[in-house]
């Protein structure tokens, strides 16, 4: 990488040119950074790269040097880049507080909410929330596996569960990883440190207890119960269909064959498109909505479409009514496992697993982009299939 200083060509209202620094590594990757600094042609020394015969002469080449020096050593921290891209390291070191770690995670956050994805910037924001609540200040050069096991431990005694605290430092790691692509630290401080999981048992219900909720008599004055019920159901015979994609399901998403949506959660990525079948089961749910004009089910009826935030809130309401619903529902029928509407997706997967259906076609039903993803989303129902293989040999 070569550096130098070079007036502009173009003369300010006062006679005085701008002094950039030029930075390249060849004719094709040349960038220009301003310096802050003017003066006149006269008053610039083009051989020995500095300011001369201004009564600021040794002021304003200090300001050079230091910007020179800051430059070089952010292309010696990431030797090898290009021009573009350290002009880019540069303006991003600037935009960024490059010590206050805590300030540029909420920073990731504002930029994260601007993008409209609210949920993930609410859940960040709670971790943030965590680490203000430890450390009121925060560099990046606090950060380190000693400090990390003393979080850890932190948030132990706080209650937190051993898979709340790796989602904790998954964030944190993501945000660490971004400033390393930024500039801001040559390296991720916390690579290699291991948070342990918990491998959580998937709770499902059987096509029988499926039944049960369909037959189960609902007086119609507890509509809440009716809609939620609907919803839970909805879920099963659309594969999983995530709550939040449920709630924002429109009818112009519906035709008389199938229901077309984007998965909200990966609509960024290929593959986020699903087409479901409509079964004889779903359309009779969808013959019981369909006076609404807008939505399949009335949760965001009183929503305005660009209040992304609202949208996002009434969703978390509506999740908590649904599910406290289902599970007083679960309790008259009889059913005593922890039921939610994610377990709509689980029992899906186990009733796939159990009528044979090939794990392809189980992972495109699910949404997954990677079959590894579908292994592990299914181990557990696996295992108590194997089970029933031992008992049916030996049994």
């Known amino acids: 990488m070569n550096f130098q200083f070079q007036l502009r060509d173009y003369k300010k209202q006062n006679g005085t040119q701008a002094v950039r620094l030029r930075f390249f590594t060849s004719s094709k990757d040349i960038q220009y950074l301003d310096t802050g600094v003017s ?17 600021l002469e040794e002021q304003l080449n200090a300001s050079l040097n ?17 021009a573009k891209r350290l002009l880019q390291i540069y303006k991003n070191s600037k935009k960024y507080d490059s010590s206050s770690m805590l300030d540029f995670f909420q920073s990731i956050i504002d930029e994260t909410r601007m993008k409209e994805a609210i949920r993930t910037a609410k859940t960040y924001q709670r971790y ?29 005694k706080r209650g937190n569960k051993p898979n709340t605290i790796a989602s904790n430092f998954k964030c944190l790691n993501a945000i ?62 659309t594969a999983g269909m995530r709550f939040s994609d449920v709630c924002k399901l429109k009818w112009e998403n519906v035709t008389e064959t199938e229901i077309v949506y984007t998965m909200g959660k990966s609509e960024k990525r290929a593959g986020a498109t699903r087409y479901i079948p409509i079964t004889p089961k779903l359309s009779a749910i969808l013959q019981k909505y369909k006076a609404n004009k807008k939505y399949v089910f009335p949760v965001l009826d009183k929503c305005k479409d660009k209040d992304i935030e609202g949208i996002e809130y009434t969703i978390f309401i509506a999740n908590n009514k649904v599910n406290r619903a289902i599970k007083i529902l679960a309790e008259h029928i009889g059913i005593t496992k ?54 049916k040999l030996f049994g």
Do not use: C
């Not at 042609?41 to 009564?55: M, R």
């Not at 369909?214 to 099963?236: C, H, N, W």
């Open 176 to 237: 660490l990883n971004k400033a390393v692509k930024l500039g801001l630290i040559e390296k991720n401080p916390l690579k290699g440190y291991e948070i342990r999981t918990v491998n959580t048992k998937k709770e499902s219900l059987t096509i029988e207890e499926i039944t049960l909720f369909e037959q189960y008599d609902i007086a119609p004055r507890f509509k809440s119960m009716v809609l939620a019920r609907d919803m839970f159901l909805f879920s099963f015979y």
């Open 128 to 156: 943030l929330d965590k680490l203000r609540t430890f450390s009121s200040y925060l560099s990046f050069t606090d950060i380190s596996p000693l400090w990390a096991k003393d979080y850890e431990l932190w948030l132990m």
């Open 338 to 391: 922890h039921i939610s509407m994610h377990i709509a997706k689980h029992s899906f997967a186990s009733y796939a697993v159990k009528n044979e259906v090939d794990l392809f076609h189980i992972s495109k039903l699910l949404g997954h982009t990677k079959l590894s993803t579908t292994e592990h989303y299914l181990r557990d129902f696996f295992q108590k299939e194997q089970a029933d293989v031992m008992n």
């Open 39 to 55: 003066v006149l042609k006269t008053q610039w020394d083009e051989k020995k790269q500095q300011v001369k015969k201004n009564t």
């Open 66 to 82: 230091a910007l020179l020096n800051e430059v070089k050593m952010l292309y010696y921290k990431n030797e090898g880049v290009s």
